[in-house]
């Protein structure tokens, strides 16, 4: 358990604070391993310090590299690298506090399918041309698993026309591909369709599923994606999934961070201890 995040910090609050049973709820929070998201400029120094303090551990970590020019088609999570060159610094960064050590790394979220999607701003040969810099320069590390990141379940329906894009973005030297990330979709449903995606992509590749927040499933409800009430904490992350095409359940996204400035939250990935209260006390087990 790191004592350092907002969810390890909000139990110790409540516990100062007498209010033990919301602290028991966050902590089924603080105390699973989480994702560490990269989004600086220089993300070297603190992927090393990630990935040695779990070396030390006995542990894999995973990192996210989310720094893509355009990121998030200049919505809730709007920035990124200024250019080309200041992304592939940044992957040069990345690599180098790799170094030879384990990690999982999922790849720029949102990025492939909000290009398929249509993305404001981006060059769709130029975000190809650097999702493969990453893709290669990552997996070229001895060992680093990397999952190009696809979107969910029902973002894009064609997962032929989705194979394409993520073959254009390097794919092919990916461990496979990331789905799920920051959203709700069921782990049935996301396994169905990564498998109609793995065989679009021609076989060989393989999943990771985000399952930090998919506990009760997709809101039905209008901006299904942003902060949805009622949802739950999903399956604690694993790499015992059941399914050989599944290589891990993470959570990728940080339980109780905020989607975004919508239904009362604050701005994207900061933390809100009301949500992750929901969270867990809507989670099974």
């Known amino acids: 358990m790191d004592p350092n995040t907002a969810a390890a910090r909000q139990a110790a609050a409540y516990r100062k604070q007498g209010r033990q049973a919301d602290a ?6 603080a105390t699973r391993p989480q994702a560490a998201w990269l989004n600086g400029a220089n993300p070297g ?3 090393r310090s990630v990935t040695l303090t779990a070396t030390r551990a006995h542990r894999t970590p995973v990192l996210v590299a989310y720094h893509i020019p355009h990121r998030d088609c200049g919505l809730h999570s709007a920035g990124g690298a200024g ?3 200041a992304y592939r610094a940044y992957i040069n960064s990345f690599a180098w506090g790799l170094g030879s050590r384990s990690a999982y790394v999922i790849v ?3 990025a492939v399918a909000s290009t398929v999607a249509g993305c404001a701003g981006a060059d769709t040969k130029e975000r190809n041309a650097l999702l493969a810099y990453a893709v290669n320069r990552l997996s070229a590390l001895p060992r680093t698993r990397v999952y190009l990141d696809a979107g969910n379940a029902s973002w894009i329906p064609d997962v032929w026309q989705l194979a394409a894009a993520l073959r254009a973005a390097g794919v092919g030297k990916a461990d496979g591909v ?3 990330v920051s959203n709700y979709r069921t782990n049935a449903e996301t396994s169905a369709y990564g498998r109609r995606l793995a065989t679009a992509l021609g076989g060989g590749k393989h999943l990771v599923i985000d399952t930090s927040r998919n506990g009760n499933g997709p809101y039905r409800g209008a901006d299904a994606w942003c902060n949805p009430p009622g949802r739950a904490l999903g399956v604690a ?3 015992r999934t059941g399914d050989p095409l599944v290589d891990a359940y993470l959570w990728v996204k940080r339980p109780g961070e905020s989607d ?3 239904r009362g939250g604050p701005v994207a990935g900061a933390w809100w201890a009301a949500k992750g209260l929901e969270l867990a006390r809507n989670a099974r087990g």
């Open 178 to 180: 990331a789905l799920n």
């Open 45 to 47: 120094p603190a992927v």
């Open 83 to 85: 250019d080309a060159a």
């Open 237 to 239: 992350p694993t790499t």
């Open 108 to 110: 720029e979220p949102d």
């Open 260 to 262: 975004g400035t919508c």
């Open 24 to 29: 028991r709820l966050i902590d089924r929070i």
